[in-house]
């Protein structure tokens, strides 16, 4: 696939993953109660739930841009604007302490189920790749290596950030306890998201 739609997807991406939500509160719970090796049982479990729903969104939407070119142009702008609705979310949120308390001791496969059934659980994570791929990735002329690299994009990513908040839920309780701080880093992550919307409708 072109480099430049690799590094615009793993951009749009990294934002998404790294915006504070149910997925990264559950690992900072996870962190807070077990430390870093108790939580990262579920970032692979999240991992597993994104490349299933990253899947179905692939092979479904190329079928679309194949056929339906109408409908295509219209499920992009349909995704610019939940990415918008998103941004707005982000922007209004107001976490509270309960919402990270940590959880009871569990083992690793109970927690990668965990994480696996919260991704899975959360039709969001569908609709937010039905609404980015459109706008991004070639679909119609998508090959099983494009679709490889858009899954490693993916693995690593998600690894990395879900690690990063495991890791710094663990050594940094405090921060993570605060409802301020989440609130400053929901708005962050709004601020970015509305950019990324803005990106879609001007492509």
Do not use: C, H
């Amino acid at each position: 696939m072109d480099p430049m739609t690799l590094i615009a997807f793993a951009v749009a991406f990294a934002i998404a993953a790294a915006s504070p939500g149910p997925g990264m509160a559950a690992i900072v719970a996870r962190g807070l109660g077990a430390g870093f090796r108790g939580a990262f049982p579920m970032v692979l479990g999240l991992v597993a739930g994104d490349l299933v729903y990253l899947s179905f969104a692939v092979f479904g939407l190329a079928a679309v841009a194949q056929s339906f070119g109408t409908v295509f142009l219209v499920i992009k702008y349909i995704g610019a604007a939940y990415l918008v609705y998103l941004a707005v979310k982000l922007w209004t949120a107001n976490p509270t302490a309960s919402d990270v308390a940590a959880s009871k001791e569990q083992g690793p496969w109970r927690t990668f189920a965990a994480g696996l059934s919260l991704t899975l659980g959360n039709p969001k994570t569908m609709v937010f790749y039905l609404a980015l791929l459109p706008t991004l990735v070639p679909l119609d002329r998508l090959t099983a290596l494009g679709f490889a690299e858009l899954a490693g994009i993916v693995m690593v990513l998600l690894t990395l950030i879900g690690s990063a908040y495991a890791a710094a839920a663990s050594g940094a309780r405090d921060l993570f306890r605060s409802p301020r701080a989440l609130r400053r880093l929901n708005r962050s992550a709004g601020v970015m998201m509305a950019g990324a919307a803005a990106a879609v409708v001007a492509r």
